[in-house]
T-cell receptor
Framework: AQSVTQLGSHVSVSEGALVLLRCNYS??????LFWYVQYPNQGLQLLLK??????LVKGINGFEAEFKKSETSFHLTKPSAHMSDAAEYFC???????????FGDGTTLTVKP | DTAVSQTPKYLVTQMGNDKSIKCEQN?????MYWYKQDSKKFLKIMFS???????INETVPNRFSPKSPDKAHLNLHINSLELGDSAVYFC??????????????FGPGTRLTVT
């Protein structure tokens, strides 16, 4: 079984401030973890993924996430928010037993000027 | 060249009609998916095909019928459309089933509005 919980359906930050989007997962076997971004009226695109190679994963557009097994977390961060980061962000978990990815409910990121 | 494409992008139709959405991927992937995203942005998997075989069929009304003529195409046919079917439908593909260790590539979506 697998599940993912995104804490905070809406996050608002000022331009230049730290972005922190929270994701906790549950998986019966070692997981693969993903963050996707969805810009308005577009499909989802991959930001970064964790596949057990390294616990700190760097993605596109300056985002990174750290896999913490003890906390079952995979939080997404970016040191300095840009207006263009405003979007919907989805955390997803997959494992070889489940045969599918399970997506969180999404977090809407708003960036204020 | 678009990796995952869907047609149409917008679909407005009346209750009771039958409609189809087409999806094509040129990534050489073996696995394709249909997702439904509701007005609250919640994303739910509906179906998954691997090499033209149905491998995931979530709790979806029988009015929804996927068809995969080859591994590059996955179409979705919906019979007797209802108001609750209004949503954005996304097609996606990945190299292996479940997206385990392999990311999914999403199409641009088809916004279905049932009136």
């Amino acid at each position: 079984a697998q599940s993912v919980t995104q804490l905070g359906s809406h996050v608002s930050v000022s331009e230049g401030a730290l972005v922190l989007l929270r994701c906790n997962y549950s998986s019966s076997v070692p997981p693969y973890l993903f963050w996707y971004v969805q810009y308005p009226n577009q499909g989802l695109q991959l930001l970064l993924k964790y596949t057990s190679a390294a616990t700190l994963v760097k993605g596109i557009n300056g985002f990174e996430a750290e896999f913490k097994k003890s906390e079952t977390s995979f939080h997404l961060t970016k040191p300095s928010a840009h207006m263009s980061d405003a979007a919907e962000y989805f955390c997803a978990v997959a494992n070889t037993n489940a045969g599918k990815s399970t997506f969180g409910d999404g977090t809407t990121l708003t960036v204020k000027p | 060249d678009t990796a995952v494409s869907q047609t149409p992008k917008y679909l407005v139709t009346q209750m009771g009609n039958d409609k189809s959405i087409k999806c094509e991927q040129n990534l050489g992937h073996d696995t394709m998916y249909w997702y439904k995203q509701d007005s609250k942005k919640f994303l739910k998997i509906m179906f998954s095909y691997n090499n033209k075989e149905l491998i995931i069929n979530e709790t979806v009304p029988n009015r929804f019928s996927p068809k995969s003529p080859d591994k590059a195409h996955l179409n979705l046919h919906i019979n007797s459309l209802e108001l609750g079917d209004s949503a954005v439908y996304f097609c996606a593909s990945s190299q292996q089933p479940g997206g385990a260790s392999y990311e999914q590539y999403f199409g641009p979506g088809t916004r279905l509005t049932v009136t």
